[in-house]
């Protein structure tokens, strides 16, 4: 696989002009798990203390949209324009495709949901989470292109 796609409403696009801005500008990616918290059940792949792997669950847990310093991608073209779609067969969005062999010289981490989370939320995405250095931006460095929808 050499590429990743992300796809955007035109909203989110202008919104952020254009950048691949995490929710959460945070340099430290891992999380701490407690006991009793909604996401610490055995299956969902949660470890006690702080963890990568926590963050990873917790970005994609229920696509509820938590806060992190990840950005989803996905090698399949067409579920980035199912996001970028909203959802809908047809419509306008954007999309953006990130070659995966520049992420390692831009210091961009990206970690595989499907093969660190037992249960993804959705497994057809076969969602990428990126995260920039320092828990920032995702460097345009490593976008080849943008295009839009139709």
Not at 7 to 30: D, I, Q, R, T, W
Not at 111 to 118: E, G, I, R
Request: net charge negative; with cysteine.
């Amino acid at each position: 696989m050499k590429y990743l796609y992300r796809g955007v409403s035109v909203e989110l696009h202008e919104k952020l002009h254009g950048k691949l801005v995490p929710k959460m500008l945070n340099s430290n990616f891992a999380t701490v798990a407690c006991m009793g918290d909604p996401h610490a059940i055995c299956s969902s792949g949660i470890i006690m203390g702080e963890s990568e792997l926590n963050t990873v669950v917790l970005h994609q847990w229920e696509q509820a949209g938590l806060p992190t310093s990840g950005v989803s991608f996905t090698p399949s073209l067409e579920r980035a324009k199912f996001y970028a779609r909203n959802g809908k067969d047809s419509g306008n969005g954007f999309i953006y495709k990130v070659d995966m062999n520049l992420l390692d010289s831009n210091k961009v981490q990206w970690y595989s949901v499907n093969k660190l989370v037992p249960n993804p939320s959705v497994p057809e995405d076969d969602e990428y989470i990126l995260v920039g250095f320092g828990g920032g931006d995702i460097p345009m460095e490593v976008v080849v292109s943008i295009y839009a929808t139709a």
